[in-house]
């Protein structure tokens, strides 16, 4: 048995009177790919950035390999060879991918040592197939590619242990594999891996040992993860035992969405080119797709920002003209969006004032140009309880809760009005196990009281659990459309590729 | 060894707090300069404040001069909390002391004319602004850039004004015509200088606070400030709110220089603001834009000011010190929202 690579040991640290991490210990021998386990709010990140010296734990103690050391600053983290790939990535857009893997590293004498890095870059990307352009600006790359240079750049500093948050939340299905077989020549190479994720198939696949967190503990350990169920790790998340609803039969009833030969313009993005469809009420549709197939221009063309080019959109039989958010949302449209902090809320005002946004003109809040203090507060607060949205109340800056927690509110807000179509994109991209159960419970329940509702998203399986019948699209028209039943994630796979027509 | 750790929660005592402490760090970092200019740092302070603050007359001298301070105040608030970075509260001072003394200089009854002198300031202010919010919502033009470059046009305008057709015929000297007698605002306590125009702005802080908190724009204008892609997603038409926001901001700093004309100079010069509009920004960041907060923000930049005069005279330390109060009390501030953001941990030694 080699050292340990690096143990943390009794590490505890709290904000206030919230225990975030409780003698927690975690250790990962040098090839080894640990996972990280626990639903949000359970001490996952504020552990990995106690470990990468962004907090300074209020006890216990960190050794790499048989060493105590200090980490107080992502420098000193570095130097001690941790290298971390965050969710939001920490890249400068308009440098290129050599400049950004040089950011920092300049010599003693302050110059750059360009062809040295090129070598060291070629080399990295031989041993792990991960190839990058080094002179192509970060701006061009796809997400996953900068995921890569981020990972790139870890190993760039000589990092021995890769700590990656929830990295295949951003990809799409055929990056994932990529990932995974550099992850295991890394791994292999002697490089220790923690992988954070919420989805209990990737991490079987790719982990040789879990610790599961609860509630700032250390709930138990998963040697044979592989072996190991999905069941079994999530009861020890959650727990309890978490059973996947079941979407019973529906009869849908008249169209409340129609789409009809949308054509967008291609101002940014993927543009869409003759989008016919329709969503019936008491169903749900489901777009599938890669992403960057031109979902971002019909969740807008839905959502009322971007004026189609030519085609017709109807909501609940009535025509759309102008366009607006205000419009759709008049005739009856909810929407919860793919980006919750950009698009949804407003993460420094109180989260009230997010939960009423988008009705604050309208009589339940407002009248005459006043605002309803008491009326707004009340209903946040009626949302936060029906919901069990965990915040110390209305008041509290929306930014300060968890991502399943704002995707409540949001959810909340959106179905206090009863719409008649719901517009979701990623519904539970970045949710554990709990929340997203939750989330999918509410869509049943709207598609039962004869909600319309259409999910783009890009997870396969969520959406053969939850849809009726899934839409695929590919560079921005609907290949086909598939009765669930009829569908596979192989067939739909298939089709995202534009390989398969169907419809 | 120290170090700074992101904040989870800002406590409400930091509102108050906040710019208390940026005042304090401003005191101590600037008695150093008076003891460079060889004197005693507790009596230059001293004196300061017997001469702001110790006498009712000064406290009405101090309030005659806190009023522009408190309408420029109010005007960067508002633009700040919509992110419209409005800092050509100067020129739209002077556009509104012109145009408010055009009205004035016309013979009518003295409540009308400070009515439509007010109507008029209020206007020419918010023309003014509305130039920066036009460019930036039309062509994505930085407003900061324009908002303050725009100053100078103004200044130069009245310059040529004042210096040319409207030179004052019977002076000679650069400046307006008066306006009539009955358009010169009340006095309120006989033998000083506190006029109508000082109610007025002490009025419109809580106007304004009711403004941002309470009513429907006040709310697009701080969703719009905080995240317009939420804003416009949620149904809020930003171009328009920026642009209620510019008019409003433009208006208020208007009336700052409608104040002046009617209440302290009666006419315009070149030098009818000795920087109120800049002064503004000070005020409403100590205020952390917050329009209750205005109004002590710009009761402490006008104590410095007219404090810092009697300071010169008695000890001989030139009464810039005023200035550089000004600026040291920005950056402080400045400094202090950090702790709203981060907190200083100490951090221990391993074991």
Not at chain 1, 324 to 333: D, H, K, M, N, T
Not at chain 2, 49 to 58: E, H, I, Q, R
Not at chain 2, 134 to 155: A, G, P
Request: glycine share 12%; with cysteine; net charge neutral.
């Amino acid at each position: 048995m080699p050292a340990l690579l690096i143990e943390m040991r009794g590490i505890t640290k709290s904000f206030g009177a919230v225990k975030a991490n409780e003698a927690v210990d975690l250790s990962v021998a040098p090839g080894e790919i640990l996972g990280l386990l626990g639903e949000n709010g359970a001490g996952k990140t504020t552990l990995m950035n106690v470990l990468f010296g962004a907090y300074a734990p209020d006890a216990g103690e960190i050794l790499i390999q048989g060493q105590p050391v200090r980490i107080s600053s992502s420098a000193d983290a570095l130097a001690a060879g941790i290298g971390m790939v965050h969710q939001h990535f920490h890249l400068a857009p308009r440098l290129t991918v050599l400049e950004n893997l040089l950011i920092g590293i300049s010599g003693r004498s302050g110059r750059i040592d360009r062809a040295g890095g090129l070598g060291r870059l070629a080399e990295i990307g031989r041993q792990h197939g991960l190839t990058l352009d080094p002179d192509l600006p970060v701006s061009a790359l796809s997400v996953g590619e900068q995921q890569r240079l981020e990972i790139v750049k870890a190993l760039f500093r000589g990092a021995k242990l890769l700590i990656l948050d929830e990295p295949t939340a951003v990809l799409a299905p055929t990056e994932v594999d990529g990932l995974f077989s550099a992850l295991r020549s890394m791994a292999a190479q002697g490089l220790g891996i923690i992988f954070i994720s919420h989805k209990l198939n990737e991490v079987r696949a790719l982990t040789h040992r879990c610790t599961v967190l609860r509630h700032g503990r250390v709930a138990g350990r998963v040697d044979d993860p592989a072996n190991t169920t999905s069941a079994a790790m999530a009861q020890l998340m959650c727990g309890h035992e978490i059973v996947p609803p079941a979407r019973g039969a529906s009869t849908p009833g008249g169209a409340v969405l129609t789409l009809d030969g949308i054509s967008t313009s291609r101002h940014s993005g993927t543009a869409l080119r003759d989008v016919s469809l329709a969503v019936r009420a008491g169903e749900i549709l489901g777009i599938a797709g890669v992403s960057g197939n031109g979902q971002r221009a019909l969740a807008e063309v839905i959502s009322g920002v971007r004026v189609p080019d030519a085609g017709q959109m109807t909501i609940a039989g009535q025509k759309v003209s102008r366009y607006s958010p205000r419009e759709v949302q008049a005739l009856g449209l909810g929407r919860i969006p793919e980006d919750r902090m950009t698009t949804g809320l407003v993460t420094n005002l109180p989260l009230a004032d997010s939960m009423v946004l988008p009705r604050i003109g309208t009589a339940a809040f407002s009248s005459r140009g006043l605002l309803k203090p008491d009326a707004i507060r009340a209903f946040a607060e009626a949302q936060i309880k029906a919901y069990d949205i965990r915040c110390p109340g209305p008041m509290t800056r929306a930014g300060a809760l968890s991502g399943g927690n704002l995707q409540k509110a949001l959810l909340a807000r959106e179905l206090a009005f009863d719409p008649k179509v719901l517009i979701v994109s990623q519904p539970t991209r970045g949710l554990d196990i709990g929340a997203a159960r939750f989330i999918h419970e509410k869509f049943l329940d709207m598609r039962a009281k004869g909600c319309g509702i259409i999910v783009i998203g890009e997870d396969l399986e969520e959406l053969l659990v939850l849809c009726d019948r899934i839409a695929v699209m590919y560079e921005g028209r609907i290949a086909g459309t598939l009765d669930s039943a009829d569908a596979t994630v192989a067939r739909l796979g298939l089709m995202m590729t534009g390989a398969e027509g169907h419809s | 060894m120290f170090r700074l750790e992101v904040r989870v929660s800002t406590p409400a005592w930091f509102n108050l707090a906040l710019p208390l402490l940026a005042i304090a760090a401003t005191l101590v970092l600037c008695s150093g300069l008076i003891a460079l200019a060889g004197a005693g740092v507790i009596e230059a302070y001293g004196v300061m404040f017997t001469a702001s603050l110790g006498d009712s007359y000064a406290i009405t001298e101090t309030m005659v001069r806190a009023a522009p301070m408190i309408f420029t105040g109010l005007a960067v608030a508002v633009a700040f909390r919509a992110k419209f970075w409005n800092i050509g509260a100067e020129g739209q001072l002077l556009a509104g002391a012109v145009a408010s003394c055009f009205v004035g200089a016309i013979p009518m009854s003295g409540p009308l004319a400070m009515l439509l002198m007010a109507v008029a300031g209020a206007a020419a202010g918010a023309a003014v602004a509305l130039a920066p919010a036009t460019l930036r919502v039309k062509f994505k033009v930085d407003d900061v850039v324009s908002s303050l470059l725009l100053n100078s046009v103004i200044y130069y305008a009245l310059m040529a004004l004042i210096e040319g057709p409207w030179k004052d015929s019977f002076s000679g000297y650069p400046i307006s015509p008066p306006i009539e007698d009955s358009a010169n605002f009340p006095v309120l306590l006989e033998g000083t200088r506190l006029h109508l125009g000082v109610v007025v702005a002490l009025l419109a802080a809580p106007l304004i606070w009711f403004l941002i908190v309470r009513t429907t724009l006040g709310f697009r204008i701080r969703v719009t400030g905080e995240n317009p892609e939420a804003a416009r997603y949620g149904g809020i038409h930003v171009e328009r709110v920026l642009i209620s926001t510019a008019l409003l901001s433009g208006a208020l700093a208007g009336l700052a220089g409608v104040g002046e004309v009617g209440g302290v100079h009666f006419q315009v010069m070149s030098d009818i603001s000795p920087g109120y509009g800049y002064s503004g920004i000070v005020v409403a960041m100590l205020a952390r834009l917050n329009p209750l907060g205005v109004v002590p923000a710009a009761i402490f930049l006008a104590a410095v000011m007219t404090g810092a005069e009697a300071m010169s005279r008695a000890t001989g330390v030139p009464a810039f010190l005023s200035d550089v109060i000004q600026g040291t009390a920005l950056l402080a501030m400045l400094v202090a929202l950090l702790f709203t953001a981060y907190r200083i941990r100490r951090v221990g030694v391993a074991r």
